[in-house]
């Protein structure tokens, strides 16, 4: 059925015969011309964030579920990445009025699994029909006290790095390079992946073969679902553990370098990164290698990792893991702030300048 066929009204009772009001500090939720929300002890935090079909996003890669989920995630790590907890998030959507219902459903299941694992509660927004593309827009608020922003880093902090760099970054560009059968094939059993960061082959059955377009090169499932999962269905880093003792933060949304330049520009310093510090997941190292990549490029400027890159003083207590999932999630010392040059150490000491490459919207960088 098309979402014509259907009607507005009709769409937006269901989201709210689905998004029932829980939280006591919600007054006056969806249904009405605003959102009422009761004062709070804390702090209030707000960010905004948009996907935009064709630039962040490409239908034949992603699945209408990731990407409400994803749309979900971006926004609760700018949250996370300023020492808050996320509380009630609003969405706008626009599609094609022809778009299969199908999609727009899918698209609110992504939204209610990412609301549930971050503990939130839709308090509203708005859906329209757009012309072709579809167009996705959150906003989300959130609480805390301790509040983090990039201007915090001092001469002699060290930086630090959650997660692993790069793996989004690889993981589109395996997506890209995939067979239209292969690409079908990880459609298909990522709808059953849903937030677990690596696919795990009980069965004792022989592990699916990705074929790339054009090439005899195969990857197997296994290696590659903590890539693709990482890039469509990206989980913010809850910074609760860290905050405490963190100077500066921000999450990796358009790459390594340029985040971090982000934060000397707000700080007025300098930093030293050491290229054998930089986490690289070993998924990533072996799927590069077969795309003829370089991982340290993708880890450098890749972006849409989420990771948290913030800075601390050099005594502060870091701990070595985020206990978010089985195992923990490792925390990374990479570098120290400096007062004012930017330069990169190679493995054998030399030193290079520190770019700030990465995703800018209407630059040249990529």
């Given at each position: 059925m098309?979402?014509?066929?259907?009607?507005?009204?009709?769409?937006?009772?269901?989201?709210?015969?689905?998004?029932k009001?829980?939280?006591?500090?919600l007054?006056?939720?969806?249904?009405?011309?605003?959102?009422?929300?009761?004062p709070?002890?804390?702090?209030?935090?707000?960010?905004?964030?948009?996907?935009?079909?064709?630039?962040?996003?490409?239908?034949?890669?992603?699945?209408?579920?990731?990407?409400?989920?994803?749309?979900?995630?971006?926004?609760?790590?700018?949250?996370?990445a300023?020492?808050?907890?996320?509380?009630f998030?609003?969405?706008?959507?626009a599609m094609?009025?022809?778009?299969?219902?199908?999609?727009?459903?899918?698209?609110?299941?992504?939204?209610?699994?990412?609301?549930?694992?971050?503990g939130?509660e839709?308090?509203?927004?708005d859906?329209?029909?757009?012309?072709?593309?579809?167009?996705?827009?959150?906003?989300v608020?959130?609480n805390?006290?301790?509040?983090l922003?990039?201007?915090?880093?001092?001469v002699?902090?060290?930086?630090?790095?959650?997660?692993?760099a790069?793996?989004?970054?690889?993981?589109?560009?395996?997506l890209?390079?995939?067979?239209?059968?292969?690409?079908?094939?990880?459609?298909?059993?990522?709808?059953?992946?849903?937030?677990?960061?690596?696919?795990?082959?009980?069965?004792?059955?022989?592990?699916?073969?990705?074929?790339?377009i054009?090439?005899?090169?195969?990857?197997?499932?296994?290696?590659?679902?903590?890539?693709?999962?990482r890039?469509?269905?990206?989980?913010?880093?809850?910074?609760?553990?860290?905050?405490?003792?963190?100077?500066?933060?921000?999450?990796?949304?358009?790459?390594?370098?340029?985040?971090?330049?982000?934060i000397?520009?707000e700080?007025?310093?300098?930093?030293?990164?050491?290229?054998?510090?930089?986490?690289?997941?070993?998924?990533?190292?072996?799927?590069a290698?077969?795309?003829?990549?370089?991982p340290?490029?993708?880890?450098?400027?890749?972006?849409?990792?989420?990771?948290?890159?913030?800075?601390?003083?050099?005594?502060?207590?870091?701990?070595?893991?985020?206990?978010?999932?089985?195992?923990?999630?490792?925390?990374?010392?990479?570098?120290?702030?400096?007062?004012?040059?930017?330069?990169?150490?190679?493995?054998?000491?030399?030193?290079?300048?520190?770019?700030?490459?990465?995703?800018?919207?209407?630059?040249?960088?990529?």
């Open positions: 098309k979402l014509h066929q259907i009607g507005e009204l009709s769409l937006l009772k269901e989201v709210r015969n689905r998004f009001r829980a939280d006591s500090h007054i006056i939720g969806i249904g009405d011309d605003a959102a009422v929300i009761a709070q002890e804390q702090k209030l935090i707000v960010t905004t964030d948009m996907m935009c079909e064709g630039i962040h996003f490409d239908m034949d890669l992603a699945s209408p579920f990731h990407l409400g989920f994803k749309l979900v995630s971006v926004n609760v790590s700018d949250i996370m300023m020492g808050g907890q996320p509380r998030i609003f969405l706008g959507i094609g009025r022809d778009a299969d219902a199908d999609v727009f459903h899918g698209l609110y299941d992504g939204v209610a699994e990412a609301i549930e694992l971050y939130m839709l308090a509203g927004g859906m329209c029909a757009s012309r072709s593309d579809m167009v996705l827009s959150a906003t608020t959130g805390g006290n301790n509040i922003t990039r201007a915090g880093a001092r002699g902090d060290k930086i630090y790095v959650t997660g692993y790069g793996d989004s970054a690889c993981g589109l560009e395996l890209r390079k995939l067979t239209k059968e292969s690409k079908e094939s990880v459609k298909n059993l990522r709808k059953q992946e849903t937030r677990i960061p690596k696919h795990r082959n009980d069965t004792g059955k022989k592990s699916l073969m990705l074929q790339l054009d090439s005899p090169v195969q990857i197997d499932l296994d290696t590659a679902i903590p890539l693709i999962i890039h469509l269905m990206p989980v913010a880093r809850d910074s609760s553990e860290i905050a405490i003792n963190a100077g500066s933060m921000i999450d990796i949304s358009d790459g390594l370098f340029l985040d971090l330049c982000r000397c520009d700080s007025g310093t300098g930093a030293r990164v050491y290229l054998d510090k930089i986490p690289l997941s070993a998924e990533m190292k072996q799927v290698d077969k795309l003829n990549l370089d340290l490029h993708l880890a450098a400027s890749g972006g849409e990792d989420y990771e948290l890159l913030f800075t601390a003083p050099a005594h502060a207590s870091i701990p070595a893991l985020i206990m978010e999932d089985e195992g923990g999630v490792k925390i990374t010392c990479i570098g120290e702030i400096t007062e004012k040059d930017r330069v990169v150490v190679d493995k054998y000491g030399r030193e290079h300048e520190l770019k700030a490459s990465g995703y800018e919207h209407f630059g040249s960088s990529r």
